[in-house]
């Protein structure tokens, strides 16, 4: 069972992103405050549930949480400033889009950089153990799925609406097969297995 939050009766905003180890499309992140009665069985880590459980999540999240926001950083920045630094960009991004500030931020990870001198805690495998963690996984994860599957409308021979751009042998092969196009990630090993970057981070 998940907690609800790392510090009790304060807004804690759970943070996360999606994407990162994608070989074309943007770099998505969201931020969650819950509110303190917040319960759901289903939620957990984005990773862990199937993609119908996920948009079943989506709404609920959105319409129950204190506040939430979704950014994100495409191909061209993260190409600029490495996919590290554009992850947390768009956390930032997210955090910005918050209609509460929070006093506390939880993040998903063991890599962050202070946030307007907030308080914050980078917790490995957070999406698992935190509540508004697990939420902003399944925000990130949705929203940029989404994002993906409008793009794959574009360029079907990729197969984006399958695999959103992670790199999988059919997306590298239709690299190899097709070239690259505007959206994917020139700073990235594009034809090869992506140096063993987790399949759906």
């Given amino acids: 069972m998940l907690k609800l939050k790392y ?22 992140a969201a931020a969650v405050i819950l509110p303190d009665n917040f319960h759901n069985e289903l939620l957990n880590d984005s990773k862990q549930l199937t993609e119908k459980q996920r948009d079943y999540l989506r709404p609920i999240i959105e319409q129950q949480a204190l506040a939430w926001a979704v950014a994100s950083m495409d191909n061209q920045e993260i190409d600029q400033i490495n996919i590290l ?41 957070g999406d698992a153990k935190y509540m508004s963690i697990a939420a902003a996984s399944v925000l990130a994860k949705t929203h940029r799925d989404e994002y993906m599957e ?52």
């Fill in 150 to 201: 409008t793009l794959d409308k574009l360029f079907p021979v990729y197969n984006w609406k399958q695999n959103k751009g992670y790199p999988t042998q059919e997306h590298r092969d239709k690299i190899k097969q097709y070239g690259i196009t505007d959206f994917h990630r020139k700073s990235f090993n594009l034809a090869d297995a992506q140096l063993k970057l987790n399949f759906e981070e």
């Fill in 85 to 125: 630094n554009a992850s947390i960009a768009a956390m930032h991004k997210a955090l910005d889009g918050l209609s509460l500030l929070p006093q506390h931020i939880i993040i998903d990870g063991n890599r962050f950089k202070a946030y307007k001198n907030i308080p914050h805690l980078c917790i490995v495998k």
């Fill in 7 to 28: 510090k009790e009766c304060i807004w804690e905003a759970g943070c996360d992103e999606a994407g990162r180890g994608c070989l074309a499309g943007p770099v998505f």
